[in-house]
């Protein structure tokens, strides 16, 4: 299997600007989850899917950010305005159980 | 509300030693999994373990070994005979199992970096 993929890699943006990352799951898994990682705050769980329903977003940080999974090969997470704060590095991962989860090589974001 | 605490925040061996990593966690549930996660310099999140609530026996795969013991909630992950090549961060999680088998949040440690100098 490839294993979780995410796009872009690297991604740059000025401040303002809508930044969409992409992430494909484990063919097969039901559940995807969306991660943020800081220095200062380290892993954090923003959302949650199963079977391409949200399940829990409390950890969305404010309505800038959308996650949308609109089928079970796909999920997007966009923020709209980006602002310096958001740098960070991204994460989507899966499973199949909801136990343990596959991450992606992640995407570094960075807002100037 | 689950908390994972991994006191070490760095620690530096040289090639061969062992070394031991601890992980405090804080649950208020009775049923819960615990995870070993590795992340290598090159960013990405490797899963080395899970353990569940239920299971207090230890385990060791090669070199890598886990001692949970739910008396004193923690689940330390000790590499034996580390080499250069474990050299990373290494993060403790907590999921907590919301009745039945809905999923719970999985609460990541701040992590361990471990530093094996050859």
């Known amino acids: 299997d490839a294993g979780v993929i995410q796009s872009p890699r690297h991604e740059v943006t000025e401040m303002g600007q809508e930044v969409t990352l992409r992430c494909k799951p484990i063919?097969?898994?039901?559940?995807l989850f969306w991660y943020r990682q800081t220095m200062m705050r380290g892993l954090e769980l923003l959302i949650y899917?199963?079977?391409?329903?949200?399940?829990?977003d409390s950890g969305m940080p404010e309505d800038r950010f959308s996650a949308k999974m609109p089928n079970a090969s796909f999920s997007t997470l966009k923020i709209q305005p980006s602002e310096p704060r958001d740098s960070a590095v991204y994460f989507c991962?899966?499973?199949?159980?909801?136990?343990?989860?596959?991450f992606g090589p992640g995407t570094r974001l960075t807002v100037t | 509300a689950q908390k994972v605490t991994q006191a070490q925040t760095e620690i530096s061996v040289v090639e061969k030693e062992d070394v031991t990593l601890d992980c405090v966690y804080e649950?208020?549930?009775?049923?819960?999994?615990l995870f070993w996660y590795k992340q290598p310099p090159s960013g990405e999140l490797v899963f080395l373990i899970r353990?569940?609530?239920?299971?207090?026996q230890n385990e060791i795969s090669g070199r890598y070994s886990w001692n949970f013991q739910k008396s004193t909630s923690s689940f330390n992950f000790t590499i034996t005979a580390s080499q250069v090549v474990d050299s990373a961060v290494y993060f403790c999680?907590?999921?907590?199992?919301?009745?039945?088998?809905?999923?719970?949040?999985?609460?990541f440690g701040q992590g361990t970096i471990l530093t094996v100098h050859p």
């Open positions: 649950t208020r549930d009775t049923t819960y999994y």
């Open positions: 991962a899966s499973s199949l159980t909801p136990y343990e989860q596959y």
């Open positions: 063919s097969g898994h039901d559940y």
């Open positions: 999680a907590l999921s907590e199992l919301l009745g039945g088998t809905s999923y719970g949040k999985l609460t």
């Open positions: 353990r569940n609530s239920f299971d207090e």
């Open positions: 899917f199963n079977n391409n329903v949200p399940i829990d």
